[in-house]
């Protein structure tokens, strides 16, 4: 038996709980709505209900009152998005999102607000898992896993054989560190955990064939070098210096590179390449991914 989503039944109120404004907003913002829009729309579904004396809201007067707020097409999308989250909460089968992409491409914020907004618990990262890697195997038995993945051509036995050092030692890492990641994929499958995963190791074409799971994967990028440079300088200084932006700023090129291979790779495989210059987007773009996956699988 898999863990279904913690995804919350769409709240239209019931006789033992009440419509509740913050709920639905909740509901709403989950779905895409942005902030105010969705308590304006919270706030008029809870007068439409006092006025008519009424303590449910039935689905097709919540569209109604979508269109009246939203207008008609995001109040279309909203109640479409709305209808596949309550089918993906009722899918019998774990949930695996996997979110690629180079360094400082915004992964981890992705793929955190993804799981929130899918109600999965559950999210780890590839470094996380190569970090472990590094506590069990020395450098001197699996040098590629000691050092960041742009760096990783310092850990090549042989790099003067390699066409491209930086990309020949990521590449080595990745098939290092997809070991331990094949093996965490395993255990959320087998007690049926939905997962989300975030990685710069999660290449395209080299994930190995997952099955017994909605699986969804894409790669997120930063297509404009000034706005991935600003990344890292904004990382820098929410993490008091613990990241300090002269470690990537200075090995840019070299990320962007890694970035490039990733995407040739994530269009050669069929994978969605996901262009994160605006955060909501491109969570918006995540969930939808998902949200067909879900649609497919059920129409199947």
């Not at 239209?12 to 913050?22: C, I």
């Not at 308590?39 to 006092?50: H, I, S």
Request: charged share 25%; glycine share 8%.
């Amino acid at each position: 038996m898999n863990q279904r989503r913690h995804i919350e039944p769409l709240p239209l109120g019931t006789q033992d709980e009440p419509y509740s404004k913050g709920l639905m907003a909740r509901a709403l913002m989950a779905v895409g709505v942005p902030g105010v829009r969705a308590y304006e729309l919270a706030r008029r579904c809870d007068k439409d209900l006092e006025q008519r004396s009424e303590q449910t809201l039935e689905l097709d007067r919540l569209e109604e009152l979508a269109v009246e707020v939203l207008g008609e097409t995001q109040a279309s999308g909203t109640m479409r998005r709305l209808r596949q989250f309550a089918e993906l909460r009722d899918l019998d089968l774990p949930v695996l999102l996997l979110v690629g992409g180079a360094t400082g491409t915004g992964k981890s914020t992705v793929a955190t607000e993804s799981a929130h907004r899918l109600g999965i618990t559950r999210v780890t990262s590839t470094d996380f898992v190569r970090q472990t890697m590094r506590a069990f195997f020395s450098q001197e038995f699996m040098p590629a896993i000691h050092y960041s993945s742009f760096e990783a051509a310092a850990g090549l036995r042989e790099p003067e054989q390699a066409e491209d050092p930086v990309i020949a030692g990521f590449l080595e890492q990745t098939r290092n560190v997809l070991v331990g990641v094949r093996a965490s994929i395993d255990r959320a499958l087998e007690e049926g955990w939905s997962m989300v995963l975030e990685g710069v190791h999660l290449v395209p074409g080299m994930v190995p064939r997952i099955d017994g799971a909605l699986v969804a994967q894409c790669v997120l990028t930063i297509d404009d070098i000034d706005a991935h440079y600003g990344h890292f300088m904004v990382r820098d200084a929410t993490s008091e210096g613990l990241r300090p932006h002269e470690k990537y700023t200075d090995r840019l090129v070299d990320i962007r590179r890694i970035q490039d291979h990733i995407v040739t790779r994530a269009h050669r495989h069929g994978v969605p390449v996901i262009e994160n210059s605006n955060i909501e987007t491109a969570i918006g773009s995540v969930i939808e991914l998902v949200l067909a996956g879900a649609e497919q699988v059920q129409r199947v």
